[in-house]
């Protein structure tokens, strides 16, 4: 079983930044599709960027332009950097394969951005 351990959140102000950072494990994660996804309070997670297994990235509309996804394959490790945020952004963020998970969901890592 992949285990994901996201890190790097936390409270920011509007305009800031934050680069979150999602560990995992097993040789599966090499060959897989991942993404980050945003949950909301009181909302549904929803995907806001993917990248495949050669970098190819795609972006929700709400972040494009404003989040980089990237992934070090050495290190079995996904990335997220995050600029210019908003107070919309605020969530709790976790990583996971696309379209179907590859493992238990992690703990997330919360994201609070302030007006």
């Known amino acids: 079983q992949v285990q994901l351990v996201e890190s790097g959140g936390g409270l920011v102000q509007a305009g800031g930044s934050l680069r979150l950072s999602c560990a995992a494990s097993?040789?599966?994660?090499?060959?897989?599709?991942m993404g980050w996804y945003r949950q909301a309070p009181g909302k549904q997670r929803v995907l806001v960027a993917r990248?495949?297994?050669?970098?190819?990235?795609s972006y929700a509309d709400s972040v494009k332009g404003r989040f980089t996804i990237s992934r070090d394959n050495t290190k079995n490790t996904v990335f997220l950097l995050m600029n210019s945020l908003k107070p919309d952004d605020t969530g709790v963020y976790y990583c996971?394969?696309?379209?179907?998970?590859?493992?238990?969901w992690g703990q997330g890592a919360q994201v609070t951005v302030s007006s």
């Open positions: 996971n394969g696309v379209p179907l998970p590859i493992g238990s």
């Open positions: 097993g040789s599966i994660f090499s060959i897989s599709t």
């Open positions: 990248i495949t297994s050669g970098g190819t990235t």
